[in-house]
Every structure is written in C-alpha cells, then in structure tokens.
C-alpha cells in the first residue's frame, strides 16, 4: 500500500486533507498505519487505519467491517476503545479495514511495563483490566446480534488447533502431551458472553496514569469469560517479568478478586488455569503459523520468521504448567 494513493482514497473517504501517513507495527494480522489529518476547522485530527495484513481476513475469521461494529458496540458502553470513524468498503482499494480515532499512549509492553515513568500505571492495571473484563463480559449479546461473532464449543476449539498442528507436519512431544493434556479436561459451557480472544499486555495503550484503550479485537467471539482471564495470564504476555502473571503487572489473585467485585461472577480458579494452558497451547501453534507463513512464502516477513522461531519458549512453558501447575 503506497502512501500517496492511500492518501487520497483517506481524502475522499474522510473529506480532510491528509499531511501524513506512517506504517506502524501492526502485529501478525494487521496492517497499522498512523493518520495525520486537518478537519474542515483547520485542527488536527489523528486518526488510524487499519487493515487486514493480507488484504482479506482469513476464513472463519471476525470480518473487519464486523470488527469496527463491535469495537463501536464497547465504546458505546462505556469500554475504553478507540472510536470507529468510517469502515472501508470493497471499492476503495484498501482490503478490509477501518479508520479509527488515534489516541495518545504507549503501545509497546516492554515500554510500560518497565520505564520507571508508567510506575503508577502499573500499580493500577490489574484492577483495571478486570474491571473491563468484567463489564465486557456482561454487554448483551443482543448488541451484537447479526455480527459474525465465531462461536462454537470448547471441544471443537481444540479439535480445530490439533488438526491445524498436524497440517504443519511438525512432531512436538511437548504439544502432543498437552494436547492429550486438555482433551482430558475440556469442559463445554454455553457460549454466554463476549471475549476479546486477545486481551493482554501489547494490546492495551497506557498511559502513565493507567489504562487508555484496549486494542485489536480481530479475534473476538463468543465464550467462556474464563478464557481472556487465563490468556491475560500467558507468560509470553509478561515480557520477561515472569513472577507478576497478570501480563507482567500483577497477581492471579489481585485480578480473580477484582473481577468478581466489577460484577463478572464468580472466578473458577481451575478453569482459569485450563485456560491459562489452552491459550499457551495455542500461541504455540500460533508461532507454527507465523513461522510456516514466512518459510512457505505465502507472506514472507521478518516478524512472522522471528516469532515462528519462539515456539521452544512455548515448549518451556507447557512443561513447566504440566509439571507445577502454573508458571
């Protein structure tokens, strides 16, 4: 996507002038860029795009159009999300994506969560994620009807990531017993509750002061609650700082009490924990992916190469929960 054309498609989407555009880093499935735009007042207006990384969000995916709805739906409700500006449509050349509203605050979780100057945030975001969670967790799924929100049971989440491990004809021990692992204790609930799918440390902007908004929501669905709490907890969320597991920040037990008192009902301590594993288990495979996507040239990328490369520290990680119950 080259910065003049998209500049212009912006200026007839948005009817603003754009001064700037700038490729930030977007994650594995996202292309992100920073919007610089003057409204018709003259003041500036920073802005975000976007957009699926391949042009197209792959199957079984949260469409984008959907995405920006939901995203739109949370921010109604008073959850901390960038407002949506405009969803972009099939002929403006851009893919699937949309124009959200930047906000100020850092991004990068190795930024926050060590610089001396986000002290006061971290001493506050245990509480505050787990009051997010837990009003997220309790929005109407009539606020979402008609959104292509995937759903289905915990068994066939498993089954689906086993058969997607064996496609990449890699033999792990360590993931073949933590398969066996979670088939043994797989529990199936109603799917009664919206889940973010990726709610962790290097998916909030922080401030100094706390928590601002809470990004990428491409992977939502509805779940079990359950499941944004242990992935919160993943140690691949902690950026190194191991013996804090709420993203690097916090306790299990800090977050597991202040949830139960934002009215997200009762916290079951082992199904958190089969959560915790679920969602190593399927970073893990997640860096298969990534690592796969690179080496087979379907999108050959630096970042997706360096995190296909990481799926021994999933390994570490596994066995360490198998063994001791928690890392």
């Not at 919007?35 to 003041?43: I, N, S, Y």
């Not at 379907?298 to 063994?323: P, Q, T």
Request: overall charge negative.
């Amino acid at each position: 996507m080259s910065g003049a054309p998209t500049a212009a498609v912006l200026e007839r989407l948005l009817g603003v002038a754009i001064t700037r555009i700038e490729a930030l880093s977007g994650g594995a499935s996202s292309a992100t860029y920073a919007v610089d735009a003057v409204g018709g007042d003259g003041a500036p207006w920073p802005l975000i795009l976007q957009c699926a990384a391949t042009g197209s969000v792959p199957e079984g995916g949260l469409p984008r159009a959907d995405q920006a709805r939901l995203q739109q739906f949370a921010h109604a409700s008073g959850l901390p999300v960038a407002e949506v500006v405009r969803v972009l449509g099939p002929d403006d050349g851009l893919g699937e994506g949309y124009v959200m509203a930047r906000l100020p605050g850092e991004a990068l979780a190795p930024k926050w969560l060590k610089l001396l100057d986000y002290a006061p945030a971290r001493g506050v975001l245990t509480q505050q994620c787990a009051a997010v969670l837990a009003r997220l967790h309790q929005l109407p799924l009539a606020g979402v009807a008609g959104l292509a929100l995937p759903s289905g049971s915990t068994a066939q989440a498993l089954d689906r990531m086993f058969a997607n491990y064996r496609r990449f004809g890699v033999n792990s021990p360590v993931f073949d017993l933590a398969f066996a692992w979670a088939r043994e204790r797989v529990e199936d609930r109603p799917a009664v509750s919206i889940v973010h799918g990726d709610f962790r440390s290097g998916n909030f902007l922080v401030a100094p002061d706390g928590l601002v908004a809470v990004l990428d929501w491409e992977l939502a669905h509805l779940g079990d609650g359950h499941e944004d709490l242990g992935w919160l907890c993943c140690n691949s969320w902690r950026f190194g700082l191991w013996d804090k597991p709420v993203g690097g920040f916090g306790q299990r037990d800090e977050l597991y009490a202040a949830y139960e008192a934002a009215g997200g009902g009762p916290v079951d301590r082992e199904r958190a924990a089969f959560w915790e594993l679920f969602g190593t288990l399927k970073w893990g495979i997640a860096c298969l992916q990534l690592g796969d996507d690179h080496v087979s040239g379907r999108l050959r990328n630096v970042e997706r190469a360096a995190i296909g490369r990481r799926v021994s520290e999933v390994e570490l990680d596994l066995m360490h929960m198998l063994k001791f119950g928690s890392v």
